[in-house]
């Protein structure tokens, strides 16, 4: 089975900055991708941050140089630093992990965490 923790969440005020941790644990081949997504209340649940093992990152254009994720595949972990936080950035933040169960296998299977609240007010 696999796992993944979500931890750091929590109350700031506008402008200030807090770091999200996830990670993964169990049995598998590799990791392909860790993402990090948020759901507002009312709102669907949205990407926030990508990152793929060779490297590569994606963001929304909106949150372009005030979220950077950072993923350590060696250790299965991604943090996610968020700077400047505003109001609108409060929501249930979601760790997913995309896994390559075996060497054999040509698929990549889901998996969630549990979610961590980030609150952004005076």
């Known amino acids: 089975q696999v796992q993944v923790v979500e931890s750091g969440g929590g109350l700031v005020q506008p402008g200030e900055s807090l770091r999200l941790s996830c990670a993964a644990s169990g049995t598998f081949f590799r990791i392909t991708r860790m993402n990090w997504y948020r759901q507002a209340p009312g709102k669907k649940r949205v990407l926030v941050a990508a990152s793929g093992n060779d490297g590569t990152t994606n963001y929304p254009y909106s949150l372009l140089g005030r979220f950077t994720i950072s993923g350590d595949y060696a250790r299965n972990t991604v943090h996610l630093q968020m700077n400047s936080l505003q109001p609108e950035d409060t929501a249930v933040y979601y760790c997913?992990?995309?896994?390559?169960?075996?060497?054999?296998?040509?698929?990549?299977?889901?998996?969630w965490g549990q979610g961590t609240q980030v609150t952004v007010s005076l």
């Open positions: 997913n992990v995309q896994i390559r169960p075996s060497e054999a296998s040509s698929v990549v299977d889901d998996y």
